[in-house]
């Protein structure tokens, strides 16, 4: 069984920087697209960004361009998520999710690995709050 768990959240001030993971186990991740999401109180899950398993494809929500950054370490089943030039509104609960999506997957554009309905599994979230 899959499992993901997610570490490296904690209080930071504006404009300051962190750096989430997200480690998996219980697969073979090669065919793995994985995401990040974030959920703030009182609001809906917002998508943050999204790597193919080899890293050769990634996105980013609005929020997240020019400021974040994921990358994946294949050799330790691990990604990453660096948050940059933190703001109060990046204040959330920060989860990892993991989707098989098979060999020859392919994406392009705003909603490559950004709809959380494709995602099978999820972490148990870790917090990010930053404040001013």
């Known amino acids: 069984q899959v499992q993901l768990v997610e570490s490296g959240g904690g209080q930071v001030q504006a404009g300051g920087s962190l750096r989430l993971s997200c480690a998996a186990s219980?697969?073979?991740?090669?065919?793995?697209?994985m995401g990040w999401f974030r959920q703030a109180p009182g609001k809906e899950r917002e998508f943050v960004a999204g790597?193919?398993?080899?890293?050769?494809?990634?996105n980013y929500g609005d929020s997240a361009k020019g400021r974040f950054i994921v990358s994946i370490d294949s050799p330790k089943n691990t990604v990453h998520l660096h948050l940059n030039t933190l703001k109060p509104e990046d204040t959330a609960v920060y989860y990892c999710?993991?989707?098989?999506?098979?060999?020859?997957?392919?994406?392009?554009?705003?909603?490559?690995?950004?709809?959380?309905?494709?995602?099978?599994?999820w972490g148990k979230g870790t917090l990010v709050n930053v404040s001013s």
């Open positions: 999710a993991a989707d098989d999506v098979g060999p020859n997957y392919y994406c392009s554009g705003t909603t490559c690995y950004a709809v959380d309905s494709q995602y099978d599994y």
């Open positions: 219980g697969g073979t991740f090669r065919n793995f697209a």
């Open positions: 790597i193919n398993w080899s890293g050769s494809t990634s």
